[in-house]
């Protein structure tokens, strides 16, 4: 080894285990490829495994009889920048995970594997192809047709288009090749995930936007925010079809213009096609690439997404909560839409909240963070009380257009009405047949999936569980099985009482199947009523053109669960039903009323977007909740002032940050044995600035066949707090069984 090769050096992070890098040596050979961001292989005792090179020239040199090499480079393009290689290192101390999981998250599976592009084979015109004479295909008369054909392409053709368009097999193209007239190439093609999205898209913009005066307004003071070149937060707050999109695509221009890019996230993958397809159109006539980034993506369109990003040719990214570590050169504005959506809070490790990650990936970057809603979460209007975010509103419809009517029905009067409990209110099903005579759509909403909720014998009150979670099993009647919606676990729906022999056993409740069939059953032959949810979107691209279809027209009715609740605009829906407004109410969360709020704000949002004015029914047994009224009236400032004073007085979360830690393991004695082994700990030794509280079985105290218990840590300090639960957890004796997790910031408490 020469010495040059000796001072070769870099840090490279193992992703396999390890929190910290190692420092590996390479050749020069290697030198022009292993840059900061890089993917390469390393030697790992008898493995070769992947590691990402976080710095070169590391001020620690290593025993040079001890040192070892970097083994390849993976990818040619640098992986991660120094700016998300921060936002990794911050991201495993302040939610408490591996650096291994928290690298796989940001960089696709298809970059780790050193998956190439797309090529397909090319025809290529030869100078005897151009200049030679046709007389030797005098006897072969299909290649002077496919030779004929190249000349008119300008010279170059894919074989596979050429063929099919010519009827030609390709030994005609082989022929051609073997007397020089033409030669085999390779052309890169490029995945572009909806390209073909919404042709007849009618919430289409317009290149150049008439803004109203207070859209005019918000977009200049976050344009003002653009041009001070610092990190900032703006919250937009603007009731549902303010027209917050448009402000959005104006803010874009300014950034794209002065050659920056731009990360928009949605917190759905459904409500991606609609916002890729409007942003696609706006900047049609600048010819932007705008890449889509998410999950549902198959490997080579991430890998092509990726590509795009990475080498500079595409400047916007539009995507789920993932997108948040899509590789965008010059990154200078972050838009988070419906910032206030608990999906965007991961529930695997590494348990990153979206919203905030995008937050601190802007403070990395000196960039303008926008969080747009119309029910804003706690989080955020605490950090606009405290002047941590600015805020700008839209107080109005765009067009003058009013917010819908919405009516609360009363259930418990309509039950009183039939001899049983109606799933549907009278002037719901009246409100839709007019609907539907007036050629106008509507949606059904109830956040709960499958055809029956349970099955229960009236005589012994057995209930129909699955084996593995402590919940009841779920009636599918597409398939005939009852599900568990946490695990999958399925079997067939019984006869007779397993516990009592009663042939009364019978399926009680309502999901989204039965609202299906239901409204089938009660609308005219001629109306489609369609369902969504998890049951019909697993299939790829089977939800982008359900709500194709409804937003062609060519569905009447769309019955669906928070997949349909928030961001999508159907300029036709003049009614919106929600079907069991209290669903949310019946949650064990603090955030129980927060959410509800927020849902029933959102779903009657999407009444009365268009010319026409719109009505919501709120089917509710508990009218008068606070929730629902405060909803009722789009009162923000009414319900955040009661549940702010609530939230104040408990101490939670805005005012102090919330860490759930969950034990589990397979048996309930042991689990529930060490959690409390581990609060005693805690009690005995506290914690500064923590507050404990539990433990306690979860909601849910069985999951995918193991036992969870759990306690709450309520703190002011989070990296501090983490840091000494850490340390704590390294030298708490726990069973090898027994597996705990910390959740920081929370938002799923079942």
Known sequence: MSRSDQELLAEVQPMAGFNNPLTYGYSLKLAPLVQVGSIVKIPLGPRRILGVVFSLNPKEKPDPSKLKFISSVVQEEQALSTELISLARWMTTYYSSSMENVLECMIP??????????????????????????IDLSRAPKQKILLDFLKRKNGQVTMSSALKELKLTESVATGLVHKGFAEIGAEVVERKAYDDEFEDFQGKVRS??????????????????????????????????????????????????????????????????QTVSRIRHYFSESGEEVVVWHSHLSAGERLDAWRNLSSGKARIAVGARSAVFAPIHNL??????????????????????????????????????????????????????????????LDSRIDGRELPLVHIVDMRREAQRERTPPILSQPLVESLRQRYADREQSILFLNRRGFNTTMLCPDCGYVEQCKDCSIALTFHRTDGFLKCHLCGYRKTAPMICPSCQSLNIRKKGHGTQRIEDLVSSLMPKRAKVVRVDADMAYRKNALRSTLQDFRRGKIDVLVGTQMIAKGLDFPNVTLVGVIDADLPLRMEDFRASERAFQLLVQVAGRAGRGDRAGEVYVQSYAPHSSSIQFARKSDLRGFVEEEMELRRELGYPPFRSLIRHLFRGRSSEKTAFYTQQWANSLNENPIVGLSVRGPAPAPIEKMKGFYRHHLFYF????????????????LFPLDREIHDILDVDAQQIH
Do not use: W
């Not at 780790?112 to 290529?124: F, H, N, P, S, Y």
């Not at 999109?245 to 409500?271: D, H, R």
């Open 332 to 393: 200078r504005l972050i838009v988070v839409d419906e910032e206030h959506e608990s999906a965007y809070k991961q529930e695997d490790s590494p348990r990153y909240h979206g919203r905030d990650v995008a937050v601190y990936r802007s403070m990395l970057n000196q960039a303008t963070c926008v969080l747009g809603s119309a029910t804003p979460s706690m989080e955020t209007l605490r950090n606009v009380e405290k002047n941590k975010y600015l805020e700008s509103r």
């Open 208 to 273: 150049e936007i008439t803004l109203t005066p207070q859209q005019s307004n918000a977009a200049k003071e976050i344009i003002a925010d653009l041009k001070n070149k610092q990190f900032g937060v703006r919250l937009l707050l603007g009731v549902t079809g303010s027209g917050k999109t448009e402000v959005y695509l104006e803010a874009m221009k300014q950034v794209l213009e002065k050659g920056g890019g731009v990360l928009f996230l949605v917190p759905e993958v459904s409500l991606a096609p």
């Open 109 to 134: 599976a298809a970059i780790r594997d050193g998956m190439q592009a797309k090529t397909e084979r090319t025809l290529i015109l030869t100078s005897k192809g151009i200049n030679g004479s046709s």
């Open 715 to 730: 703190t002011n300090e989070v990296s501090k707090v983490v840091r000494e639960l850490e340390e704590r957890r390294r």
